[in-house]
């Protein structure tokens, strides 16, 4: 596509492997603990990538950017703010899993979760992991998973973290972090609001008119250990969000879309003998209203309460065997302007095992299969590997079978539903190379993934839109992932995370490229502080996406390459306040990810963060 | 029908004009334009691109996808979701129900003239009475409380009045002076509003029994296309009806009672005093008098969903579903057999003949 960029990707690869440092990663301390735990233990063969909060801190706070300039996953975005969809290895938008503390919250409507209703502020890191995940994380997670995590330390601690932001267009950011704990007791409580007019300018003299959003978030984890061998821990989330829909042309029908969401979570470790027992129940409350002409107070809605009872029982066979099962059921009460009312009830038993063979060989196991009256549920699995040949170099491999469940949508759309329609199954494998020498980790990922039934709405003989088993898709691609950092003279520290993807996904019966699938996306971040200074230099590279199904290039959207700049410096006697200001889009290019709808130009940001 | 109107007319200048001298001055001049002979087809364009209209020659053997890009390419586009045109002498008016507005151009050359952009919300359908426009609007999606008609004066491009009409409304047609008006939008609706342009007032509503899909007016009676929910398993099966509705007396009849399926009879046309309709993607026609189920479909569109339809000069024209890519469209000779395929924009929903 861009070959002179490509160009100087690979440079950048080939420089950095010549570079080296005796830093090591900073791994997690053991007082930290994560609820979605099976993120770590249950990823043999399979990479994760981990965006710490401080990351989040230097991207807007909508997941979409975040993720965008980060990871891989590449994104459709209506407009800065707007409605947006990933694409995750190719997959379509309800093929990638969102869990919050490993809780799935795809739309009950749509299968879906728009990633600019995600506001990043009420983290404590954010998780990626490519490749199927539905043995461990249920619907949705073929092209792979995001993983929203709030930590909790238990260590005597007590710390205020607040980040201030403004921008062009009136765009406000607020995040407040505050993490109080002992070695019984843990709180993470954070506080997140984003706001902004949005009104910025088209390259073609337009503005982005009816684009405002707004957006607050609260999240809280409170966790006690009751003795050596119970703890209670409790997470709780409340979103709210308004967000209006910007129009292409001024003449046109003005719309909003509200978000009243709220997550609860409840859980009870208990350890006896070589058993570990966790006891979760879960409700979730997904709320939108959608208001199709402002000059109206109507609206359309949907909600849906869902019910989660969870018993994770896990069993240390021997020091080098693990077994795990895990039961869920699913209860989930929907309701909406053209749904009617419908309730959906989703057993599902897992069986996970893992085993670590010597110092250099593990492997593990996993079985899924729901219940349920509302589709016929597959048989899923998952398989990985990982060998270590030397301390330089290892070998991932994974393969396993995944599936994405009928919506409510699309069953019960008044007159339109199917209620016989099939999940989407997947059936894919993925072997990786991972070489880590002194500071550099790069990572090259080769897969191939096979989509069937894939729903789709078409136009029926009688002209009516419905769901239907329809698309085959057949994609394989590349990913690759370097992280690399260096200290010089004890004063220069530098830091580089890139990725790259290659993309080809397929309509198996036309043999077309998906629309809106890139085949090449790469993403660059560098870091560089000396002594209070703090500078980011970041890249996001997208090439050209076909828009029609028949991959008629005369409508492609273009590739663009975008750039942020961010520099800060750090005052107080202990460096607890940082001062700093952004550039985002400095090169000014003028791009778009989806038809006719353009992306800000230059603009700029100053940012305040205090720690205490 | 229209067709039947002129010849009426030729048939009646040349018993009048027939004593007249033969005088060529007296003739308008043709008009002239790249698009003078041949029909436009409106493409609705993908959920965030813009509509575009096609063009065809009569003789099929010329076409243009995207007609107004080519004639006017400095012009911002034809709005999202173009969903009709409509004729005045010699102007375009064709409706972006997307976008809101309406952008007028010359219907022979298709050059950019103006443009309608206020008061309008959702517009669907516009007819010219007297130089002046009427537009359906359908506003407010959730209810027809609001649905109205925006009378546009065609000299200053501006909305002059808006009629409020309290139920869905959608197509609408000219007849003696009277315009007629779909009270129904996507099958939601069973009535026809008739509004005298004299006077800016519903005078009549005509209510059908079933939900109205599509009618016609011949001779002084709507023939409506109808559909009703039947008890079965399968929740979508229907029936439909062909009502007959005498415009002088109100009177109303079930001419035809359809068979129940899953798919019924939609897009009713009337021409040369034949009916035309569609199941599914099959078209059939009868005589106007009928009251018999025909038994064979007239042709089978080689589409998998049949989008725009349309009966004029002998010919049929079908229109393919297909809002992901460039579609198509098929022109069939009235006995079936088809003449010519040929692509056209994304979504094409109708056919405008020059």
């Keep these: 596509m861009n070959f002179r960029f490509n160009c100087i990707f690979v440079g950048i690869l080939l420089c950095a492997g010549f570079l080296y440092s005796q830093e090591r990663t900073v791994t997690p301390l053991d007082s930290v603990y994560l609820t979605d735990s099976k993120l770590k233990e249950y990823s043999t063969g399979r990479d994760v990538l981990t965006l710490s909060d401080s990351i989040l801190r230097q991207n807007r706070a909508l997941l979409t950017n975040t993720l965008n300039f980060n990871t891989p996953i590449y994104f459709k975005e209506n407009g800065l703010g707007m409605v947006s969809s990933p694409s995750f290895r190719g997959t379509t938008a309800s093929q990638t899993a969102v869990l919050w503390n490993g809780i799935n919250i795809n ?33 949705g997670a073929i092209g792979g998973s995001v993983h929203l995590n709030t930590t909790l330390s238990f260590e005597k601690l007590q710390e205020h973290n607040l980040f201030l932001q403004y921008g062009s267009y009136n765009t406000r950011d607020a995040r407040y972090h505050f993490k109080l704990g002992t070695d019984q007791w843990s709180l993470n409580l954070a506080l997140s609001r984003n706001s902004s007019n949005n009104d910025y300018e088209y390259p073609n003299g337009g503005e982005n008119l009816n684009g405002q959003f707004e957006n607050t978030a609260l999240n809280v984890g409170l966790g006690f250990k009751i003795n050596n061998k119970n703890s209670i821990r409790i997470f709780s989330e409340l979103f709210d969000g308004e967000r209006h829909f910007s129009l292409i042309r001024a003449s046109e029908t003005a719309t909003k879309y ?42 359309t809605f949907g909600r849906a309460k869902t019910f989660i009872a969870k018993y994770d029982l896990s069993y240390s066979v021997a020091d080098n065997v ?36 010597g110092s250099d060989f593990k492997y593990e196991l996993g079985f899924r299969k729901e219940a349920t009256a509302n589709y016929e549920s597959p048989f899923l699995f998952s398989v990985g590997a990982t060998k270590d040949f030397s301390e330089f170099f290892s070998l991932n491999v994974n393969a396993s079978r995944n599936f994405r469940i009928p919506t409510y949508n699309d069953l019960y759309w008044s007159s339109a539903g199917n209620p016989d329609l099939l999940p989407e199954k997947s059936l894919q494998g993925q072997l990786s190379a991972v070489f880590n020498y002194n500071s550099l980790r790069l990572t090259i990922t080769a897969y191939y993934n096979s989509v069937t039934d894939m729903i789709r709405w078409l136009p029926g003989s009688d002209g009516v839109w419905r769901p239907v088993n329809e698309d085959e898709v057949q994609i394989y691609g590349l990913e690759s992932g370097l992280n690399w950092s260096k200290t010089f003279k004890n004063k220069h520290r530098f830091s580089l995370n890139a990725t790259y993807a290659y993309t080809i996904s397929e309509n198996e019966e036309t043999g077309y490229q998906l629309i809106y699938v890139p085949f090449h996306k790469a993403t660059a971040g560098l870091n560089y502080n000396y002594k209070r200074l703090h500078t980011n230099l970041q890249f996001l590279y997208v090439g050209a996406v076909f828009t029609r199904s028949d991959n008629n290039s005369r409508y492609n959207l273009d590739a663009y390459t975008v750039g942020n700049f961010s520099l800060g410096y750090r005052l107080g006697k202990s460096e607890q306040f940082e001062l700093g200001g952004r550039i985002n889009n400095f090169l000014d290019a003028e791009y778009q990810s989806v038809e006719n709808r353009w992306m800000p130009g230059r603009n700029y940001t100053m940012y305040l963060n205090f720690k205490l | 029908m229209k067709i039947n109107k002129l010849s009426l007319l030729a048939l009646l200048g040349v018993f009048i004009l027939n004593s007249c001298s033969n005088d060529d001055d007296n003739l ?49 586009d034809l709005g999202q979701f173009v969903q009709s045109i409509f004729f005045d002498e010699d102007n375009a008016y064709v409706i972006s129900n997307g976008s809101n507005y309406i952008t007028v151009v010359d219907r022979y050359t298709f050059e950019y003239i103006g443009v309608i952009d206020s008061e309008l919300s959702i517009p669907r359908y516009g007819e010219v009475v007297n130089g002046k426009a009427y537009v359906t609007n359908q506003g407010d999606f959730s209810t ?37 008006i779909q009270g129904s939008a996507f099958n939601d609706g069973n009535s026809i509003n008739v509004l005298d342009p004299t006077s800016n007032t519903i005078t009549t509503t005509f209510t059908t029994e079933g939900s109205l899909n599509s009618f016609d007016i011949e001779d002084g009676f709507i023939y409506a296309l109808t559909r009703k ?72 569109f080689s589409g998998n969903s049949a989008y725009g339809f349309d009966v004029e000069d002998d010919r049929i024209f079908i229109a393919q579903g297909t809002f992901d890519s460039d579609s198509f469209v098929e022109i069939y000779s009235l006995d079936g057999s088809l003449l010519k395929n040929i692509t056209v924009g994304i979504g094409p929903n109708g056919f405008y003949f020059n």
């Excluded at chain 1, 409700?283 to 402002?294: A, Q």
């Excluded at chain 2, 491009?157 to 002076?177: M, Q």
């Design chain 2, 229 to 300: 929910d039947v008890e079965s398993t399968d929740p979508l099966e229907k029936v439909a009806y062909l009502e007959k509705i005498d415009l002088a007396t109100g009177n109303k009849s079930n001419q035809i009672v359809f068979s129940q399926a899953t798919s019924v009879a939609k897009n009713l046309t009337i021409e040369d005093d034949t009916i035309y309709y569609m199941i599914g993607t099959s078209v059939y026609k009868i005589a106007l008098s009928t009251s018999e189920e025909p038994s064979q479909a007239l042709l089978t």
């Design chain 1, 322 to 357: 693990t077994l795990n099962t895990v039961l869920t059921n699913t209860n989930t009460t929907g309701e909406g302007s053209s749904l009617g009312e419908n309730d959906r009830n989703i057993f599902a038993a897992a069986l996970l095992m893992k085993h670590q063979l």
């Design chain 2, 144 to 180: 027809g409380a609001d649905d109205y008609v925006a009378v546009i004066d065609l000299e200053t491009l501006k909305v002059e009045n808006t009629l409020i009409i309290g139920n869905k409304i959608d197509k609408l047609e000219e007849e003696d002076g009277l315009l007629y």
């Design chain 2, 28 to 76: 308008e001049p043709l008009p002239e334009g790249d698009y003078t002979d041949g029909f436009f087809v409106t493409n609705e364009g993908m959920f965030d691109g813009r509509g575009t209209v096609s063009f065809i020659s009569d003789d099929l053997q010329t076409s243009d996808i995207d007609v107004y890009s080519t004639v006017n390419p400095s012009k911002s």
């Design chain 1, 107 to 139: 739309s009950q409507f749509n299968g879906q979760l728009d990633f600019n209703t995600i506001n990043t502020g009420a983290y404590s890191e954010i998780s990626v992991r490519g490749g199927g995940g539905s043995v461990v994380y249920g619907t």
């Design chain 1, 258 to 299: 509200q978000d009243l969401n709220s997550k609860n979570l409840l859980e009870w470790e208990s350890r006896f003998g070589d058993f570990t027992s966790i006891t979760r129940v879960a409700y979730l409350d997904e709320y939108y209203k959608y208001f199709g002409n402002l000059n109206y107070d109507s609206f």
